[in-house]
């Protein structure tokens, strides 16, 4: 699975050129604040990228263990029903029992790995979303500042915060 890239250079220099610009007034304040609380969506952003392709790849890795024993497993039972058909009793030195126990333990192990992979996931999606809000709202509060309406910048707040809670929701 792919990390997910968080293209966002080309809004801080945006930014950055824009405070320089207004420097002065009531308004230099206001743009500070919004350069300040971009930069922190910024970090979130990252920080919910990172995370999000970590559990994107140990959804892959626990995948990929859950397909080893069920492989296995399969294996066990193939060489079960081959000695089953031996006509030398002697071969089979496990009871039937033991096999079917060794069996159950292979599967418990496969069903393991996919509700772990599964948790993995849907942690995934739910960083992604997070760092989809974060994106949205660093684009917001930058045109913000382009069109000197501050009204764009509490709307990216509100929509920083949904990614903020999205974010946290993908930490437990």
Not at 109 to 123: D, F, P, V
Request: zero cysteines; hydrophobic letters at 45%.
């Amino acid at each position: 699975m792919e990390d997910i890239e968080i293209p966002t250079e080309h809004l801080h220099e945006a930014i950055k050129e824009k405070v320089e610009e207004h420097s002065g007034g009531e308004g230099n304040k206001s743009i500070l604040y919004i350069a300040i609380s971009t930069a922190l969506m910024a970090v979130f952003a990252a920080i919910a990228g990172l995370l999000a392709g970590h559990h994107s790849n140990e959804a892959l890795i626990e995948q990929v263990k859950a397909s080893d024993q069920w492989a296995w497993y399969q294996a066990k039972t193939i060489k079960v029903a081959i000695m089953g058909l031996s006509t030398d009793k002697k071969e089979n030195s496990k009871s039937p029992e033991q096999i079917k126990k060794e069996e159950d333990d292979i599967m418990e192990k496969a069903k393991e790995a996919e509700k772990n992979s599964e948790l993995h996931l849907n942690k995934h999606k739910t960083l992604a979303a997070s760092v989809t809000l974060f994106q949205v709202a660093i684009a917001v509060s930058a045109i913000s500042i382009l069109t000197r309406k501050n009204m764009l910048w509490y709307t990216g707040v509100v929509i920083s915060l949904a990614g903020f809670a999205f974010l946290i929701a993908g930490l437990l």
